[in-house]
Nanobody, 127 residues
């Protein structure tokens, strides 16, 4: 069992930055692949970024490459999403997710691969 709580969302002007945090509880965190997804009103949830349990491999959606950075600190049971050069189209509810089921051979960018989800944090980018 992994409990996830997102924080750090808010209102920012285009071109600005935000850092999202996802605090996790549960013994499985250190061995869990972690991902960030987002969902805008009227749209399906989409992949944003992911990081392997080792922290060695990272993955990004094309729309955020070069702007967003995912990282994790297993000692703090926390995963982060640094978001720079924000655009209005980044406006969405951002969700943290954990993939703990093994073997994990599916696409890490696919939402249904994940077992646990946070409740989300709102990010609004104004122009």
């Amino acid at each position: 069992q992994v409990n996830l709580v997102e924080s750090g969302g808010g209102l920012v002007q285009a071109g600005g930055s935000l850092r999202l945090s996802c605090a996790a509880s549960g013994r499985a965190f250190s061995s869990a692949d972690m991902g960030w997804f987002r969902q805008a009103p009227g749209k399906e949830r989409e992949f944003v970024a992911a990081i392997s349990w080792t922290g060695i491999s990272t993955y990004y959606a094309d729309s955020v490459k070069g702007r967003f950075t995912i990282s994790r600190d297993n000692a703090k049971n926390t995963v982060y999403l640094q978001m720079n050069s924000l655009k209005p189209e980044d406006t969405a509810v951002y969700y943290c997710a954990a993939r703990v089921t093994r073997p994990a051979v599916g696409d890490i960018k696919t939402a249904w691969e994940y077992d646990y989800w946070g409740r989300g944090t709102q990010v609004t980018v104004s122009s």
